[in-house]
């Protein structure tokens, strides 16, 4: 009996709570609650003071859906509210109207903070009975068959995506159309039934270079440059990126393609970055690590998007090179993908831990590379080399990380670099292997120097063209490495004579990795 007294206690509580919550929409009409048997869009038309907003809705043929069976919530601004609105503008009226209807039945009871998605998919926070997304409500809850009306006394404020930012407004043309240049329509499976067939848009770009700005669910910061700002960092990229091809359109087209990539690697990060000289560091979308952030962003207006923060970059853009497009290029000496030997010559991948002779050594590995009858030789790919200057360094791992007995041991080396020519097809080459040089000479240390030994090989060595492959070329299916024919290889091997060997010099060299670092 406790139990049934306890039921229907929480029943008439359930009941009397169902009753506070709908007072206000039952007041509003009828005591029975009846619907009144017309449509959102009666409503509109029946309300002179709504006369402006009624005519956007039937110019951008929103009426036929306010008039279905399906339910809406309207919140229409008054003709006041709308007097410098362009008529003849139907992009705008369109964005207008979408930014205040939402889907479903929203009453004034709507519990404040919930948000709301509108038509346009953009989220609102619903605030209380008196207004909405910071508008003011003169009135509302008028009930329709298929949804409900409020009337606003001003327009909801329009947050553009970054996508729609830069699609109205013309200063942004320039980024706006390298982005949609890409652009392919992919059929979509899942959404089309039988004979139905249904192509979705799909741009790569999104994915490799700026993520989905176009996305009112993701969140993101993202620096928009104008078109001056555009221009001046496409003059200064373009020309590293320079590469030949016998047809000069395809060359031109490769190098335009990939200095657009190069300006969007440094310019969306994840989340709201409010405050960005507070931060340490920050990652871009594509992976770049950015420092100096207050630098970064200083010069730019920030702005608010409806999918995160907008920081407008009007005449000049700031991108750190080494950190997003002209990066230094690693090549660890133990990775086999790229690397060949000669005839006869051996290579082994050696390990090292913390009770190594040697320490410091990049990612605790190197590559012993020996000859026991002739030239130890050993070539590496170097990948996306741009068309520029570089300092090139070598980085060796001394004889003594194999024992105090081998500190003394040195070996003789020369240098080959392969890279493409920017004039026809094919590849140049540059050596150094000088006998009387000190400098490439490696080895001979005493016990106690027991560090990786840097050798810079060139200065400033400039390269005529660009060997790059971009992100989207490496996400094309139809692509593959395989299809490079010029590639930029660096061979290093030993420079000892018969005499010399096991006397003053071994056909042996420890690598642990080649740096390309970019010379401004």
Not at 140 to 148: H, M
Not at 196 to 215: E, K, L, R
Not at 427 to 445: A, E, F, V, W
Request: net charge negative; charged share 25%; hydrophobic share 35%.
């Amino acid at each position: 009996m406790k139990q049934i007294n306890k039921g229907i206690i929480c029943l008439l509580s359930g009941m009397a709570l169902f009753v506070s919550c709908n007072d206000e929409w039952d007041a509003h009409y009828d005591r029975n609650g009846s619907v009144p048997q017309v449509s959102l869009m009666d409503l509109l038309r029946n309300d002179a003071s709504l006369s402006t907003f009624t005519q956007i809705v039937e110019i951008t043929g929103t009426d036929s859906l306010l008039v279905s069976n399906q339910t809406y919530t309207v919140w229409a601004p008054v003709n006041e509210a709308l007097t410098n609105v362009d008529m003849t503008d139907r992009a705008a009226l369109e964005r207008l109207v979408k930014n205040h209807i939402a889907r479903y039945t929203n009453p004034t009871s709507t519990q404040p903070g919930k948000y709301i998605y509108m038509l346009n998919g953009k989220r609102m926070a619903y605030d209380d009975a008196e207004s909405f997304n910071g508008t003011s409500l003169e009135d509302g809850n008028e009930r329709a068959i298929n949804g409900v009306l409020h009337k606003l006394g001003d327009t909801i404020p329009y947050r553009y995506n970054f996508y729609e930012y830069l699609s109205v407004y013309p200063e942004y043309s320039k980024v706006y159309e390298f982005i949609n240049r890409f652009v392919e329509k992919r059929y979509d499976a899942s959404a089309s039934v039988g004979t139905d067939s249904v192509f979705v848009d799909y741009n790569p770009i999104y994915y490799y270079g700026i993520g989905h700005i176009d996305d009112e669910d993701s969140l993101y910061t993202m620096i928009l440059p104008d078109n001056a700002a555009w221009d001046k960092a496409y003059a200064h990229i373009s020309p590293y990126f320079t590469t030949y091809n016998a047809n000069e359109a395809v060359a031109d087209s490769i190098r335009d393609v990939q200095t657009g990539q190069a300006i969007l690697n440094g310019l969306t990060f994840r989340g709201k970055v409010d405050d960005p000289a507070s931060k340490d560091s920050l990652v871009t979308v594509t992976g770049n690590v950015i420092y100096q952030t207050g630098r970064y962003f200083a010069p730019y207006t920030k702005l608010d998007a409806s999918n995160g923060l907008m920081y407008l970059a009007e005449g000049d853009l700031i991108l750190d090179d080494t950190c997003t497009w002209n990066k230094e290029i690693l090549v660890e000496a133990e990775y086999l993908n790229g690397r060949t030997t000669s005839t006869s010559t051996s290579a082994y991948v050696r390990n090292t831990d913390v009770n190594s002779a040697v320490q410091g050594v990049s990612n605790n590995s190197y590559l012993e590379v020996t000859n026991a009858t002739g030239t130890a030789e050993v070539t590496f790919e170097i990948p996306q080399i741009l068309a520029g200057k570089y300092d090139v360094y070598v980085d060796f791992v001394p004889p003594v990380i194999d024992g105090v007995a081998l500190a003394e041991e040195k070996t003789r080396l020369e240098f080959r670099l392969v890279y493409p020519r920017a004039d026809r097809n094919g590849t140049s080459n540059i050596s150094r292997d000088d006998d009387d040089d000190p400098d490439l000479i490696i080895g001979g240390d005493s016990v106690g120097d027991n560090k990786v030994k840097t050798l810079k090989v060139w200065s400033a060595l400039e390269l005529p063209a660009a060997n790059y492959y971009d992100g989207m070329w490496f996400m094309d299916e139809n692509n593959s490495t395989d299809d490079v024919k010029v590639r930029t290889t660096l061979r290093i091997r030993t420079n000892v004579k018969a005499s010399e060997v096991n006397v003053k010099y071994r056909r042996r060299f420890r690598v642990d990795r080649i740096r390309f670092v970019p010379v401004p």
